[in-house]
């Protein structure tokens, strides 16, 4: 008989997650050797990966700042003109602009109160609640160059004559739904075929009578 006990079975099961039918046929296979057993296991990728506290504690702080800057985020600072918003910032971006330049953001302030403008503070706004802050972080380069992009395209169709509202227009179009309209029978309308019933000529005149099988035969006079 092998020489194993039940703590070592639930020392396996513990790193592994395997049964108990498989830990013993495990140990049996090695003897009842737990070390024997484990490498086995560490071999074969059985084995979990164990996280060290000091890996969990720097998720939790990751978690815990991302959690606070979302937060942060659904805090809004809207300036409105009447029933219109102006401008709708987070407490983050108005934050950083009032360390980095914060005399021009007091000048901004007061400027807008001597044109009329209003101030608001929205605590929670639910329409970015649907907006992952670590995820736009991610994306950030992607995000940029898009909205570059963007800018360079309005500014092109300014100086050219063009609004930005007919080149999106003129590029909605779909292959596959005109592809889709013709395999379901839609076809032009055939053209009008118009036989003139007299005609004048130098000699006399011309008239025309239909026979009913498709061709016509001609009468001079």
């Known amino acids: 008989m092998s020489g194993y006990t039940i703590q070592d079975i639930d020392v396996i099961r513990k790193k592994s997650g395997i049964s108990y039918q498989e830990a013993v046929a495990l140990l049996e296979y090695h003897n009842g050797n ?6 086995d296991l560490e071999r074969n990728g059985k084995l979990r990966q164990e996280e060290t506290t000091e ?16 937060t942060l985020y659904r805090m809004r600072f809207v300036i409105r003109r009447e029933h219109t ?4 910032l987070s407490v983050i971006y108005c934050a950083i602009c009032l360390i980095f330049a914060p005399y021009l953001v007091i000048f901004s302030c007061v400027l ?5 403008y209003r101030f608001s503070f929205t605590r929670h706004d639910t329409s970015f609640d649907k907006t992952d802050l670590e995820d ?9 160059k898009s909205s570059i992009g963007d800018m ?3 500014f092109t169709d300014a100086f050219s004559g063009q ?5 999106e227009t003129e590029n909605t179009g779909s292959f596959y739904s005109a592809r889709e309209n013709q395999q379901n029978g839609f076809k032009a309308a055939a053209p009008e075929i118009r036989t003139p019933r007299k005609v004048q000529s130098q000699d006399g005149s011309v008239s025309f009578e239909e026979n009913g099988d ?5 009468t001079i006079e």
Not at 34 to 39: F, P, S, V
Not at 85 to 88: G, K, L, R
Not at 136 to 144: E, I, L, M, Q, Y
Request: aromatic fraction near 6%; hydrophobic fraction near 45%; charge should be positive.
């Open 34 to 39: 737990l070390a024997h057993a484990l490498i």
């Open 55 to 70: 890996k969990k504690k720097a998720a939790g702080g990751k978690k815990s700042v991302m959690s606070f800057l979302q």
């Open 85 to 88: 918003d102006i401008v709708n």
């Open 112 to 116: 807008a109160l001597i044109l009329g």
């Open 136 to 144: 736009t972080f991610h994306h950030a380069a992607d995000n940029v």
């Open 152 to 154: 360079t395209r309005g």
């Open 163 to 167: 609004s930005a509202k007919t080149t």
């Open 214 to 218: 498709g061709y016509a035969s001609a």
